[in-house]
Nanobody, 121 residues
């Protein structure tokens, strides 16, 4: 069990870009699927998930073609490149890890503390 720490959030104008990072200090990064989720109000929504070796990824329909999830096993870091940002992309973004390659929030057992993204002019 380790610690997930997100960074890279901030204020960006519509149409802009941000790259979120999530460092995993534990020992499961190389074998676990990793995901990004967005919390808006009380709802935590799936954004993107990548499998343990980075060979497969899946995205929510709302971000397909604009967001890219990737992982660096040397740096134990998960990334989310967000382009063409829209106001509705705003929220608190969390990274999480799961032994399963899944979109189900309840299957992710380890979570970071979140990083806030605001998209506004």
């Amino acid at each position: 069990q380790g610690q997930l720490v997100e960074s890279g959030g901030g204020l960006v104008q519509p149409g802009g870009s941000l790259r979120l990072s999530c460092v995993d200090s534990g020992h499961t990064f190389s074998t676990y699927a990793m995901g990004w989720f967005r919390q808006v109000g009380h709802e935590r929504q799936y954004v993107a998930v990548i499998n343990w070796d980075g060979s497969s990824s899946t995205y929510a329909d709302s971000v397909k073609g604009r967001f890219t999830v990737s992982r660096d096993k040397v740096k134990n870091t998960l990334y989310l490149q967000m382009n063409s940002l829209k106001p509705e992309d705003g929220g608190v973004y969390y990274c999480a890890s799961s032994i399963h390659y899944t979109r189900r929030t309840e299957d992710f057992g380890y979570w970071g503390q979140g990083t806030h993204v605001t998209v506004s002019s």
